[in-house]
């Protein structure tokens, strides 16, 4: 099975940077993906890890450590609508594929 | 492009019936896969349809069901109704099999047991 942990809610001020962690346990990855859903609306793509190291889309960065399980969000110059929820989830194979969320990190940012 | 479709949005069910939801996936999308989503389990991943066949499935009872149509749409069932079942049902649409590819979401429908 596949067990993904990260914080269930966090705190940060605007203009400030923030660091979501996520942590899983996984048999066969295949990827790591982050979105962000806004409260009332669906998931929206914000990256996808396939192999370690750091990657960069504007003011949002995902790293990922396939060795120690780990992967983190990172958001730089925090905005006021960037307030939601951020989910991570893998993608795991055995026969077949299936991607699985954890519970989400609802990130606050405050001004 | 137009984006994922999903209905029924709300939907207003007694325990016991059956429900179907719909979900047509941005043209040219093969993949659908539908999730169900709680504010205690947060997403939890139904099966995924690719191609009219279930390529994956989560761990949810046979009560739940689905299939896809030549045309990529899918529908999902849910026999039986529990008060359980009350969730938002999200459907993502993708290129490739196995949601490996970026995942886009449908707006979801809001099912609710009495």
């Known amino acids: 099975g596949q067990n993904i942990d990260q914080p269930t809610e966090m705190t940060a001020t605007e203009g400030a940077i923030v660091q979501i962690n996520c942590t899983y346990q996984?048999?066969?990855?295949?990827?790591l993906f982050w979105y962000q859903q806004h409260a009332g609306e669906a998931p929206t793509f914000l990256s996808y890890n396939v192999l370690d190291g750091l990657e960069e889309k504007g003011r949002f960065s995902s790293f990922l450590s396939r060795s120690k399980g780990y992967s983190y969000l990172l958001l730089k110059e925090l905005q006021m609508k960037d307030s939601a929820s951020y989910l991570c989830?893998?993608?795991?194979?055995?026969?077949?594929?299936?991607?699985?969320f954890g519970i989400g990190t609802k990130l606050q940012v405050i001004p | 492009k137009a984006g994922v479709t999903q209905t029924p949005r709300y939907l207003i069910k007694t325990r016991g019936q059956q429900v179907t939801l719909s979900c047509s996936p941005i043209?040219?999308?093969?993949?659908v896969s539908w999730y169900q989503q709680t504010p205690g389990q947060g997403l939890q991943f139904l099966f995924e349809?690719?191609?009219?066949?279930?390529?994956n499935k989560g761990n949810f009872p046979g009560r739940f069901s689905g299939r896809q149509f030549s045309n990529s749409r899918s529908e999902m069932n849910v026999s039986t109704l529990e008060l359980g079942d009350s969730a938002l049902y999200l459907c993502a649409s993708s290129t490739g099999a196995g949601g490996g590819y970026e995942q886009y979401f449908g707006p979801g429908t809001r099912l609710t047991v009495t």
């Open positions: 349809y690719f191609s009219e066949t279930q390529r």
């Open positions: 989830a893998v993608r795991a194979s055995g026969g077949y594929q299936k991607v699985t």
């Open positions: 043209s040219g999308h093969r993949s």
């Open positions: 996984t048999s066969g990855f295949n990827g």
